[in-house]
């Protein structure tokens, strides 16, 4: 008996590799972003959590809202005000210096109730001329490359959240994929 049991357990060990993972996948969700980058889209919908996700799915019920917005540090407002009295006494020969938090929020929405909210926080100093507009709508090289690597966090993040399972499992129980 022990010896049929050692090869039924070797050959669950030969066909474990073989047997497909279940992943966890949303249903259609619409995706809205400030942030203007199909990078930073791509990234999200390559994971299979979002693989069904779309920015033309106007009017779904689930929503993921991706925002940005820079909150000035204490220091910050003292430097940039210097620097801005600076930067105006010499015509703008001497950069204006600034330093915000970038702050990137994730919110997952149903019905516009937010089911999961996750927030990333991250320091920059940037040294710009006063005279030019680039970059005052948009993030920069910098703070792009950051968020690109928030998305990993925020994956793992929301999969923790059991809001968001017990949705995935009704979804499942009324409409069989």
């Known amino acids: 008996m022990p010896f049929m049991l050692r090869i039924l357990m070797l050959g669950l060990l030969l066909i474990s590799p073989f ?41 779904n019920p689930l929503k993921l809202i991706v925002t940005y917005n820079m909150e ?5 407002e003292a430097a940039g005000l210097t620097s801005a009295i600076l930067a105006g006494g010499s015509l ?5 210096v ?20 996750v927030s990333y ?14 970059g005052l709508y948009s993030l920069d090289k910098d703070s792009l490359a950051w968020a690109m690597t928030t998305t990993d966090k925020f994956i793992e993040d929301i999969q923790k959240v059991p809001e ?13 994929q």
């Open 98 to 117: 600034t330093n915000n938090d970038l702050v990137l929020t994730y919110e997952f929405r149903v019905h516009n109730e937010v089911v999961a909210r």
């Open 164 to 176: 968001l399972s017990h949705l995935i499992n009704e979804y499942n129980y009324y409409f069989v």
């Open 72 to 76: 000035p540090t204490a220091g910050g």
């Open 19 to 59: 047997v497909k993972a279940q992943t966890t996948v949303l249903p259609p969700v619409f995706f809205i972003s400030t942030i203007d980058s199909t990078d930073f889209y791509n990234k999200l919908k390559g994971t299979p959590l979002f693989e069904k996700m779309d920015k033309e799915n106007i009017g």
């Open 121 to 134: 926080r991250e320091n920059f100093t940037k040294a710009h001329n006063m005279y030019s507009n680039e």
């Open 92 to 96: 703008g020969l001497l950069p204006m």
